[in-house]
């Protein structure tokens, strides 16, 4: 016996075929649960409410982010550099797709790089990439490519004077 015959006689007489697309494959229906459909639709609540319990912890843990540091209260312009930044890279749309110089100017001669460094690090803070942001190989590969050698702003070397040669290939 197939598996086609053995499900057919199995089936419950609700189970509908289509022979002339399927041949002998069973298309099964189910009724779907009135009892939820009609209570969502009264508003009453669904066991389901974990999900904006999770949206509000996220909520709280950004706006902590933006407003703290270090267990204390940051100045209000820099809650504010923050909050545009999220803003800036989470939906860009709100800020007229303005770039990071353009939003640096309106908030008051912020520098790009200083909004792009805060950008940076909430990635690293909520391990979220955002498609704005470059990845840290691309930076420090524009920055060799920059600079015609490697990426000098990593803190782990000494800083160069004006004098020492910013080319080890090139003769001074």
């Given at each position: 016996?197939?598996?086609a ?36 639709l ?96 691309s ?34």
């Open positions: 016996m197939t598996l015959h053995s499900l057919m006689h199995q089936m419950p007489e609700h189970v509908g075929f289509s022979v002339e697309e399927h041949g002998a494959i069973p298309i099964q229906t189910v009724d779907p649960d009135f009892e939820r459909i009609y209570a969502d009264d508003g009453t609540p669904t066991p389901d409410a974990q999900p904006m319990e999770l949206a509000a912890d996220g909520l709280r843990e950004i706006l902590h982010w933006i407003w703290e540091s270090k267990g204390k209260r940051r100045k209000f312009r820099s809650a504010l550099v923050r909050l545009v930044v999220l803003t800036a890279v989470m939906k860009p749309a709100l800020l007229d797709c303005l770039s990071y110089r353009e939003l640096g100017k309106r908030l008051g001669g912020i520098t790009k790089q200083a909004l792009s460094h805060q950008a940076i690090n909430f990635e690293n803070a909520f391990q979220i990439k955002f498609a704005r942001s470059r990845s840290k190989q930076r420090e590969h524009m920055a060799a490519a920059r600079r015609g050698g490697v990426n000098h702003n990593t803190g782990k070397q000494k800083a160069r004077t004006q004098y020492e040669n910013t080319n080890p290939e090139k003769p001074s």
